[in-house]
């Protein structure tokens, strides 16, 4: 028997998806017919036998089916080509990808759903920080959801042959996989791939530790964000709170920031810090510190110290419905603190990349951090995501990255 699903949504359910967005949720499917494999191939149907799309099935997870087309097809390796070509087509006109790494397939937003490749440009490290081989390409993939853990071997050998990287490693250690049912999966799945490699970015060197590193080891997403900060960096001492790897505070340290005090929780991302500092001749103004950033930000103030420039990144505090009101608070404490610490027209650079903390929440909790500072914000900026993270129309969960830059007003000035 074939592989392959036919989901009839009850009534009135498909105006979501008939509006561009790729999940069918288990509660909207008023039945289902045929395999019940993980990865099978659904096709969709609103209650009144509308066809709707093909997509992939995740039988143990509330988002039952992802779908990859709006047509009739398979998700097979002809559909990955066509579809991977197109999102190079893309990253071709975002970035040079002869040179520049840059997160090459985004999931959903790029029609590969749940589905996350970023491509590495660089040159391998050795244990002692030296170069230790010719320069190239590596390929992290996250795969996430049931469809994509089934069409594995050959999303693999699609990737191999449109890019010829050195090698492909599988970083599927994110917890989002327990929701479909997936077990962690990490390993290098063709050629071969080096623990830590050094790539460019913002006219900088970073070791970027592709075996063990957060997520796919590099923080792609804020690139343009990092070289926006950079810009009222000079002369300031900066605080980078949440730094991982160090890719703000290095960027302000290379702009001419007085002073960089970079902490992370990470004792392996402050290695990394002190490592990416003295790789750029920058570590005799880098300071990387490891501690809890909301105990820091405390202490900091207690000690009455001052930074012209405080960039906030934290992760993503929010990563349900449930937990909005909670991470509502965790990113009003840290706001009110940084403000607390910043100078006559210091300057904010806050983060949230959580998809469910969305735009307004987050402006809603700069407000209220700025009145109970009793400080005044001059909003500067108002940034997302980088553009090889392309945000597309009906599915609002592509837009997930949120920068706000923003300056004190302070009397007197
Ligand atoms: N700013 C980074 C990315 C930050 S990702 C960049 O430009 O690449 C979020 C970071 O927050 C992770 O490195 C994680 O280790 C760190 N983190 C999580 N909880 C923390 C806490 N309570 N205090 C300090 N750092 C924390």
């Not at 959801?145 to 599927?172: N, Q």
């Not at 990092?226 to 001492?237: H, I, K, L, N, Q």
């Not at 960027?251 to 992370?264: E, F, I, T, W």
């Given at each position: 028997?074939?592989?392959?699903?036919?989901?009839?949504?009850?009534?009135?359910?498909?105006?979501?998806?008939?509006?561009?967005?790729?999940?069918?949720?288990?509660?909207?499917?008023?039945?289902?017919?045929?395999?019940?494999?993980?990865?099978?191939?659904?096709?969709?149907?609103?209650?009144?036998?509308?066809?709707?799309?093909?997509?992939?099935?995740?039988?143990?997870?509330?988002?039952?089916?992802?779908?990859?087309?709006?047509?009739?097809?398979?998700?097979?390796?002809?559909?990955?080509?066509?579809?991977?070509?197109?999102?190079?087509?893309?990253?071709?006109?975002?970035?040079?990808?002869?040179?520049?790494?840059?997160?090459?397939?985004?999931?959903?937003?790029?029609?590969?759903?749940?589905?996350?490749?970023?491509?590495?440009?660089?040159?391998?490290?050795?244990?002692?920080?030296?170069?230790?081989?010719?320069?190239?390409?590596?390929?992290?993939?996250?795969?996430?959801?049931?469809?994509?853990?089934?069409?594995?071997?050959?999303?693999?050998?699609?990737?191999?042959?449109?890019?010829?990287?050195?090698?492909?490693?599988?970083?599927?250690?994110?917890?989002?996989?327990?929701?479909?049912?997936?077990?962690?999966?990490?390993?290098?799945?063709?050629?071969?791939?080096?623990?830590?490699?050094?790539?460019?970015?913002?006219?900088?060197?970073?070791?970027?530790?592709?075996?063990?590193?957060?997520?796919?080891?590099?923080?792609?997403?804020?690139?343009?964000?990092?070289?926006?900060?950079?810009?009222?960096?000079?002369?300031?001492?900066?605080?980078d709170?949440?730094c991982?790897?160090g890719?703000?505070g290095?960027?302000?340290?290379?702009?001419?920031?007085?002073?960089v005090l970079s902490v992370d929780?990470?004792?392996?991302?402050?290695?990394?810090v002190?490592?990416?500092?003295?790789?750029?001749?920058?570590?005799?103004?880098v300071e990387a510190?490891?501690?809890?950033?909301?105990?820091?930000?405390?202490?900091?103030?207690?000690?009455?110290?001052?930074?012209?420039?405080?960039?906030?990144?934290?992760?993503?505090?929010?990563?349900?419905?449930?937990?909005?009101?909670?991470?509502?608070?965790?990113?009003?404490?840290?706001?009110?603190?940084?403000?607390?610490?910043?100078?006559?027209?210091?300057?904010?650079?806050?983060?949230?990349?959580?998809?469910?903390?969305?735009?307004?929440?987050?402006?809603?909790?700069?407000?209220?951090?700025?009145?109970?500072?009793?400080?005044?914000?001059?909003?500067?900026?108002?940034?997302?995501?980088?553009?090889?993270?392309?945000?597309?129309?009906?599915?609002?969960?592509?837009?997930?990255?949120?920068?706000?830059?923003?300056?004190?007003?302070?009397?007197?000035?």
């Amino acid at each position: 028997m074939e592989d392959r699903v036919a989901i009839r949504l009850k009534p009135r359910e498909e105006d979501r998806i008939l509006a561009g967005h790729p999940w069918v949720y288990d509660n909207e499917i008023a039945r289902a017919e045929g395999s019940a494999a993980s990865g099978a191939e659904a096709r969709v149907l609103s209650g009144r036998g509308r066809f709707l799309g093909s997509g992939t099935l995740s039988p143990g997870s509330k988002i039952r089916v992802r779908l990859h087309s709006r047509a009739d097809e398979d998700w097979n390796e002809a559909f990955t080509r066509r579809t991977l070509d197109a999102a190079l087509g893309f990253r071709r006109r975002v970035r040079d990808l002869s040179s520049e790494s840059a997160r090459i397939v985004f999931g959903e937003a790029d029609g590969l759903p749940g589905l996350v490749a970023d491509r590495f440009v660089g040159t391998p490290l050795g244990p002692d920080g030296e170069p230790a081989g010719p320069a190239g390409s590596w390929i992290v993939l996250q795969v996430l959801a049931a469809g994509a853990e089934a069409r594995k071997a050959g999303i693999v050998r699609v990737l191999a042959d449109a890019l010829s990287p050195e090698g492909i490693l599988e970083r599927s250690d994110a917890p989002v996989r327990q929701r479909e049912g997936l077990p962690p999966a990490v390993g290098v799945l063709e050629g071969s791939v080096p623990d830590r490699i050094e790539i460019r970015e913002n006219g900088l060197g970073f070791a970027v530790d592709l075996a063990a590193g957060q997520k796919t080891g590099w923080f792609l997403d804020q690139r343009e964000n990092r070289a926006a900060a950079a810009v009222y960096a000079p002369g300031r001492t900066v605080l980078d709170a949440f730094c991982n790897a160090g890719g703000f505070g290095l960027c302000a340290a290379r702009a001419g920031a007085a002073s960089v005090l970079s902490v992370d929780s990470s004792e392996a991302a402050v290695a990394q810090v002190r490592e990416n500092a003295r790789r750029n001749g920058l570590a005799d103004r880098v300071e990387a510190r490891a501690a809890n950033a909301f105990d820091l930000l405390r202490e900091l103030e207690k000690e009455g110290r001052r930074f012209g420039l405080v960039v906030l990144d934290p992760p993503a505090f929010a990563k349900s419905r449930a937990a909005l009101e909670g991470a509502a608070r965790g990113y009003k404490e840290i706001n009110l603190r940084a403000l607390r610490l910043l100078e006559p027209g210091g300057i904010l650079v806050t983060c949230s990349c959580s998809w469910w903390f969305d735009r307004e929440r987050f402006r809603a909790v700069l407000e209220d951090a700025a009145a109970d500072s009793g400080r005044r914000l001059r909003y500067l900026e108002d940034r997302g995501q980088a553009p090889d993270h392309p945000v597309v129309s009906g599915y609002p969960e592509s837009r997930y990255l949120k920068c706000v830059i923003a300056e004190t007003v302070d009397s007197g000035q």
